[in-house]
Antibody, heavy 121, light 107 residues
Framework: EVQLVEAGGGLVQPGGSLRLSCEVSGFTFSSYAMNWVRQAPGKGLEWVSVISGSGDSANYADSVKGRFTISRDNSKNTLYLQMSRVRAGDTAVYYC??????????????WGRGTLVTVSS | DIQMTQSPSSLSASVGDRVTITCQASQDISNFLNWYQQKPGKAPNLLIYDASYLQPGVPSRFGGSGSGTDFTLTISSLQPEDVATYFCQQYDNLPLTFGGGTKVEIK
C-alpha cells in the first residue's frame, strides 16, 4: 500500500523558515519524481515544485522560486521542502504527491494527507 | 502559463442524474489532462489521467473525454458519495496548472 506522510507544518512568522518532510512507503521511491502541491484555505490547488527520481533536477512555480528548495533522500524514502522568507501568501495545506514518471512533472497519482503551514505574526 | 478554466464553478443535481463538468485550456495541450476529486477535508484523488483513462479503483460511472483545448468530466449517474470538488490539471507545460474547481452537491 502506498503511503505518504507529511510533517513539519506549523505557525511561522513572515520572513521565517520552515522545513517540511514527506516520508513514503509502498513503492520504489527513487523511481519516481515527487511533487509538492499546496492549497490555501478555501482555495484551489497550486503546484509548487517537482524533483526528479534521482534528485538531480528540480523545477519551481514562480511564486516560490528563489525562496523554496525541494530535495530528497532516497536512502530514507523522504522528500523535503525547505521554505525560506515565507510570506502570508504561503499559508496553505502542503501536500506531497507521487508522480507517474521519473523525470519532470505530470500526474499526481498518490497524495499525502497534507500539513498546514500558517504564516502569521 | 497555461490557464485552465472550469465550468460551472458549482452545481446541484439529483441522485442518478448525469453530470458534466467542462475544462478549457488556454492553448492546445493534446491529451495531457487529468481530473481529480477532492472530498471535504481530504486530499485530492486521481480519477482520470491522459484525458480519458480511468484510474484503477475509480467507479466506472466516471468518464473523461476531449483533446486539444476542450475537455469534459462526466458522472453518468450521480451518487451521494460523489459530493466533492473536482479539479482538472494540465501537464503539457510547466508550471503545472489546475482549473478553479467545480463543487458538486446533491439536490
Amino acid at each position: 500500500e502506498v503511503q505518504l506522510v507529511e510533517a513539519g507544518g506549523g505557525l511561522v512568522q513572515p520572513g521565517g523558515s520552515l522545513r517540511l518532510s514527506c516520508e513514503v512507503s509502498g513503492f520504489t521511491f527513487s523511481s519516481y519524481a515527487m511533487n509538492w502541491v499546496r492549497q490555501a484555505p478555501g482555495k484551489g490547488l497550486e503546484w509548487v515544485s517537482v524533483i526528479s527520481g534521482s534528485g538531480d533536477s528540480a523545477n519551481y512555480a514562480d511564486s516560490v522560486k528563489g525562496r523554496f528548495t525541494i530535495s530528497r533522500d532516497n536512502s530514507k524514502n523522504t522528500l523535503y521542502l525547505q521554505m525560506s522568507r515565507v510570506r502570508a501568501g504561503d499559508t496553505a495545506v502542503y501536500y506531497c504527491a507521487k508522480d507517474v514518471v521519473v523525470v519532470a512533472a505530470a500526474t499526481f497519482e498518490f497524495w499525502g494527507r497534507g500539513t498546514l503551514v500558517t504564516v502569521s505574526s | 502559463d497555461i490557464q485552465m478554466t472550469q465550468s460551472p464553478s458549482s452545481l446541484s443535481a439529483s441522485v442518478g442524474d448525469r453530470v458534466t463538468i467542462t475544462c478549457q485550456a488556454s492553448q492546445d495541450i493534446s491529451n495531457f489532462l487529468n481530473w481529480y476529486q477532492q472530498k471535504p477535508g481530504k486530499a485530492p484523488n486521481l480519477l482520470i489521467y491522459d484525458a480519458s483513462y480511468l484510474q484503477p479503483g475509480v467507479p466506472s460511472r466516471f468518464g473523461g473525454s476531449g483533446s486539444g483545448t476542450d475537455f469534459t468530466l462526466t458522472i453518468s449517474s450521480l451518487q451521494p458519495e460523489d459530493v466533492a470538488t473536482y479539479f482538472c490539471q494540465q501537464y503539457d507545460n510547466l508550471p503545472l496548472t489546475f482549473g478553479g474547481g467545480t463543487k458538486v452537491e446533491i439536490k
